[in-house]
């Protein structure tokens, strides 16, 4: 009788931890894969497009959600990317290809990919950082950088509009970095202008506009970028119609040379462009 009430005791006592075992683990929640994370170039995953202002909008729900190194080009000395391969939320920027009345179909080189994006957004002089644009990346050299971009400005003929109009954007970059430029790391750090000439054809964003000392300055951008360290860089929309092609990261011991109105898939090399 004894030994029958000492093992009714332990078979309570097993189905007590049992349990307080079970009710322990339904109080944690395992992480689940994100299935809602948008994969660029996977249609079941990207979100639906409509059409504003003539083009297509790609409306990716996860806007602060950045896929690593997804759509970057490591070329030898540089780094390069088209603004499309963003997974932030195009928001206002518009994607220009062929059938859209509003695509540029001229020059001796056509939009890389036959597409390109356009700021549809603010005035056609500026107005604040909108819609931004996340892009991560991985330095594969330590070098000095200098960055610009392939940029066309939709300057209308009847009336005709200043060169000065449609031609910039916001930039910023967030990483360990040092500035190699005449611009402060907090400069660089932070939503600023970024600017060229593109008028009516291919030219390139080339120049900074921020404060140095208390001054007005407009500078060609340079980073000091580290290998092996992971860098996110932004783009906001500023000035109305700005259309831009692709970003090009390119080490400066190069020797490299870009002015203001030239086109960066002229002047730089063939591999600097993307895939």
């Not at 332990?10 to 894969?33: F, G, H, K, Q, Y």
């Not at 500035?179 to 907090?186: K, L, M």
């Not at 120049?207 to 007005?216: C, I, M, R």
């Amino acid at each position: 009788m004894r030994k029958q009430f000492v093992q009714l005791i332990a078979l309570t006592l097993a189905i007590t931890i049992v349990s307080c075992s079970s009710s322990d683990n339904n109080d944690v929640n395992e992480a689940e894969p994100n299935s809602d994370v948008p994969v660029i170039g996977e249609e079941e995953v990207i979100g639906e497009k409509e059409v504003i202002d003539g083009g297509d909008n790609i409306d990716n729900e996860n806007n602060d959600t950045i896929i690593e190194d997804e759509g970057i080009k490591y070329s030898s000395g540089a780094i390069i990317f088209e603004p499309q391969v963003t997974n932030s939320a195009l928001d206002l920027w518009v994607v220009r290809k062929p059938g859209d009345p509003k695509y540029y179909d001229g020059g001796d080189i056509k939009s890389i990919n036959n597409d390109y994006l356009e700021f549809t957004g603010n005035t056609l002089n500026s107005g604040p950082p909108t819609s931004p644009l996340k892009f991560s990346f991985e330095c594969k050299k330590t070098a000095k950088y200098r960055l610009v971009a392939r940029m066309y400005q939709p300057l209308s003929l009847d009336p005709e509009e200043a060169e000065d109009k449609r031609n910039d954007i916001y930039i910023k970059l967030e990483g360990d970095f040092t500035s190699a430029s005449v611009f402060n790391f907090s400069t660089l750090n932070t939503d600023n202008k970024f600017f060229g000439r593109g008028v009516r054809q291919w030219g390139g964003l080339t120049s900074l506009e921020a404060g140095v000392d208390g001054k007005k300055t407009l500078s060609p951008v340079f980073y000091n970028l580290k290998e092996g360290e992971r860098y996110t860089f932004t783009i906001s929309g500023r000035a109305q119609g700005c259309s831009i092609d692709y970003f090009v990261l390119f080490d400066d011991s190069l020797n490299l040379r870009v002015k203001q109105h030239d086109d960066i898939a002229v002047v730089l090399p063939e591999d600097f462009r993307p895939d």
